[in-house]
């Protein structure tokens, strides 16, 4: 069984930064991908950083490009988003996801990763 365990989340004003962790109990085909979603009250949840833990490829969606930095360290087996400058729709809960890689790279749709987190709590203050 995978477990993934987030961490980070506080409450910030905008402008602020923070660093969500996520630490994995397993390194394998499962955790090959790893991904940030969020997921604000009545929205839909959106992803929002991508991790090709094999090729070390990050990728982070259009809506926070810029301001937001996915990374890793295989050492400790955690995907981290750094997440500078924050607006107020920012706030969300994070969840960290894992899933296997496909031939043409990791998946991108929220129904595409098979193991997610608790998720974190992060409100951005006006």
């Known amino acids: 069984q995978v477990q993934l365990m987030e961490s980070g989340g506080e409450s910030v004003e905008a402008g602020g930064s923070l660093r969500l962790s996520c630490t994995a109990s397993?390194?394998?085909?499962?955790?090959?991908?790893m991904a940030w979603f969020r997921q604000a009250p009545g929205k839909e949840r959106e992803g929002v950083a991508f991790?090709?833990?094999?090729?070390?490829?990050?990728d982070v969606s259009d809506s926070v490009k810029g301001r937001f930095t996915a990374s890793q360290d295989s050492a400790k087996n955690a995907v981290y988003l750094q997440m500078n400058n924050l607006k107020p729709e920012d706030s969300a809960m994070y969840y960290c996801?894992?899933?296997?890689?496909?031939?043409?790279?990791?998946?991108?749709?929220?129904?595409?990763?098979?193991?997610w987190g608790q998720g974190t709590q992060v409100t951005v203050s006006s």
């Open positions: 996801a894992a899933g296997v890689r496909a031939v043409l790279g990791c998946p991108r749709r929220t129904h595409e990763y098979q193991y």
């Open positions: 397993v390194n394998d085909y499962r955790t090959s991908c």
């Open positions: 991790i090709d833990r094999r090729r070390a490829d990050k």
